[in-house]
T-cell receptor
Framework: DTEVTQTPKHLVMGMTNKKSLKCEQH?????MYWYKQKAKKPPELMFV???????INESVPSRFSPECPNSSLLNLHLHALQPEDSALYLC???????????FGSGTRLTVV | DAKTTQPTSMDCAEGRAANLPCNHS???????VYWYRQIHSQGPQYIIH???NNETNEMASLIITEDRKSSTLILPHATLRDTAVYYC????????????FGKGTTLSVSS
């Protein structure tokens, strides 16, 4: 298995809703990442997990809450989002011994 | 990590070589040059990386100048499926540090 799987692919949520994005990989990668990408912009790093511990939080608002329950799974919990949080949310993973990141196809989130 | 400068957009005819330049004049000795691309509505895809020697794989070639201040990604025979945004990224080490994306070059391949 050489993929990063993100679910759901599309999500529409209201500003008072709570939802979660899920990311899964079975490549034995011990680093996992969340990125946010607005239209026609490059991906922006949000969080980095290394060996299931949060190592980087790029000053992301608390309405985004990451969780890494095990080495294969990464979640992003969403609560009280704003319309400007609408974006493509990308998950990626990597291993120390290999140079490249493997990205998922992303979850396209719309906040209404 | 060092800053990179890329042209905003480039065009290429199908079947011809696409040469995408990147300037990274402040690169440090322990920083690698990485290239990724992102096809519309997909996640970014790793292409190639190098430190100071030229590199080639099944997707592309990477030419790094001797002073390491610039590099060129070469797609030898561009196809329509190579239309994408190409990102040149400079970062320390081979893994472990986060990947930070710049604006990239939008390559349009036409028939």
């Amino acid at each position: 298995d050489t993929e990063v799987t993100q679910t759901p692919k599309h999500l529409v949520m209201g500003m008072t809703n709570k939802k979660s994005l899920k990311c899964e990989q079975h490549m034995g990668h011990r680093a996992m990442y969340w990125y946010k990408q607005k239209a026609k912009k490059p991906p922006e790093l949000m969080f980095v997990y290394s060996y299931e511990k949060l190592s980087i939080n790029e000053s992301v608002p608390s309405r985004f809450s990451p969780e890494c329950p095990n080495s294969s799974l990464l979640n992003l919990h969403l609560h009280a989002l704003q319309p400007e949080d609408s974006a493509l949310y990308l998950c990626a993973s990597s291993r120390d011994s290999t140079p490249g990141y493997t990205f998922g196809s992303g979850t396209r989130l719309t906040v209404v | 990590d060092a800053k990179t400068t890329q042209p905003t957009s480039m065009d290429c005819a199908e079947g011809r070589a696409a040469n995408l330049p990147c300037n990274h004049s402040t690169i440090s000795g322990n920083e690698y040059v990485y290239w990724y691309r992102q096809i519309h509505s997909q996640g970014p895809q790793y292409i190639i990386h190098g430190l100071k020697n030229n590199e080639t794989n099944e997707m592309a070639s990477l030419i790094i100048t001797e002073d390491r201040k610039s590099s060129t990604l070469i797609l030898p025979h561009a196809t329509l499926r190579d239309t994408a945004v190409y990102y040149c990224i400079v970062r320390v080490g081979q893994a472990g540090t986060a990947l930070i994306f710049g604006k990239g070059t939008t390559l349009s391949v036409s028939s």
